[in-house]
């Protein structure tokens, strides 16, 4: 497993902010007065152009390694979201994404680990079991989570670690203490669901392969690597993968997914295509 920290995606606004300041927007922009977390493209219509250095580098990162898991971590609250943050039907929505229950899975694996966000009572707010669909929340346009999720192929959840959004750092050993089972337990759900290669006859690997779950329409359909590697996370069950790639056969198959997080490897799935033949190629 390699872990990638980036300790934090607006130094602007952390240089000017007010430690012990626990309310406001004071240090949420950089110095170009931008929400770096509205800044992103937005699946469902819209861009916010020019983009902001910091957030191009983010996109250019997220591209970079095939990202399995991720977690945004944000101060005003104590809870876990998870996608969507946005819909089209305007604010205080469900918005349900096609992988809503690994999401809702991933977001309570936190909470329950953490040692009080589970009780869903903190800060003067009330969530069920601590966690929370972005959307249903607040609705944003641009957000982090999103396109992570959307164009990153990785699954990103936003934890809100404190009521007060810039606490003094004598109380990072009591967060620390909060939430350190939380982090390690969500690390392991890398391990969640499926993983391989997609090949083909010769043991060469099909970049930019589509690897689709039945059931599951995602809004950019997942895509291998320039190895041929593929990830879904998924919880516990039995799901069928339809993977196709130009100049090949699709190819489909029914595998069983169990829990492999306490072996540290999710279950291994390979495919290996078949080349079409010249007169069926278009």
């Not at 012990?20 to 992103?40: E, I, V």
């Amino acid at each position: 497993m390699r872990i990638h920290i980036l300790p934090s995606m607006n130094p602007d606004g952390f240089e000017i902010s007010r430690v012990g300041k626990c309310s406001g927007t004071h240090g949420r922009y950089n110095a170009n007065n931008t929400d770096l977390n509205r800044n992103f493209p937005e699946p469902f219509g819209g861009r916010f152009s020019p983009f902001e250095p910091e957030t191009e580098a983010v996109i250019r990162w997220i591209h970079s390694e095939p990202f399995v898991l991720s977690a945004s971590f944000h101060g005003g609250a104590v809870l876990t979201a998870y996608p969507y943050d946005n819909n089209n039907q305007g604010s205080t929505n469900y918005s349900r994404s096609p992988d809503d229950d690994v999401f809702k899975y991933l977001a309570k694996t936190y909470s329950f680990n953490h040692k009080t966000m589970y009780k869903g009572n903190l800060c003067k707010m009330k969530f069920l079991d601590g966690v929370t669909n972005g959307a249903k929340w607040y609705s944003i346009a641009g957000g982090m989570q999103d396109y992570n999720y959307v164009w990153g192929q990785c699954f990103e959840v936003t934890v809100e670690l404190s009521c007060c959004k810039y606490p003094p750092a004598a109380q990072l050993p009591h967060f620390w203490d909060q939430n350190k089972a939380s982090l390690i337990a969500l690390l392991k759900q890398a391990h969640l669901g499926i993983k391989g290669r997609v090949l083909d006859q010769d043991n060469s690997p099909v970049s930019k392969a589509i690897v689709n779950v039945f059931g599951r329409k995602n809004l950019i359909p997942f895509q291998t690597s320039k190895l041929g590697e593929y990830y879904r996370l998924l919880v516990p069950g039995e799901y069928t993968l339809m993977v196709e790639a130009k100049g090949f056969k699709p190819m489909n198959k029914t595998v069983d997914v169990f829990d492999g997080t306490s072996s540290s490897s999710a279950v291994v799935s390979d495919f290996i295509l078949t080349k079409l033949d010249e007169s069926q190629q278009t």
